[in-house]
Nanobody
Framework: QVQLVQSGGGLVQPGGSLRLSCALS??????????VGWFRQAPGQEREGVSC????????TYVDSVKGRFTISRDNAKNTVYLQMDSLRPEDTAVYYC????????????????????WGQGTQVTVSS
């Protein structure tokens, strides 16, 4: 059984920063076993992949719209993945979800939500003045 518990989020002005956390608990495997991704869904829009981090070397992938502004990181000792979001824009407003996938899909994570097996509860991020 795998559980992902998210924290962080909230209301921030344009140009501000927020950090999201995703704590993983699993009966059999620790965080370093999993690829972990962040996804978001804005009102009336489909869920999109934002960033992911691969097990092993911790390599990262970002959607173009957040490159240079968002940073994903993992702390395997704390079983937690973070999404640091800087220079936030109103278009970043969405519900953000973390998700984990068994690395059987491949050695590198991908931003394909259908591949992910376990999901966090979601957290609202609102960027507004």
């Amino acid at each position: 059984q795998v559980q992902l518990v998210q924290s962080g989020g909230g209301l921030v002005q344009p140009g501000g920063s927020l950090r999201l956390s995703c704590a993983l608990s699993a009966s059999a495997f620790t965080l370093d076993f999993w690829h972990v991704g962040w996804f978001r869904q804005a009102p009336g829009q489909e869920r999109e992949g934002v960033s992911c981090t691969s097990k092993g070397d911790g390599s990262t992938t970002y959607v173009d719209s957040v490159k240079g502004r968002f940073t994903i990181s993992r702390d395997n000792a704390k079983n937690t993945v973070y999404l640091q979001m800087d220079s936030l824009r109103p278009e970043d407003t969405a519900v953000y979800y973390c998700a984990a996938v068994d690395p059987r899909i491949g050695s590198t994570c991908r931003l394909k939500q259908y591949e992910y097996d376990y999901w966090g509860q979601g957290t609202q991020v609102t960027v507004s003045s």
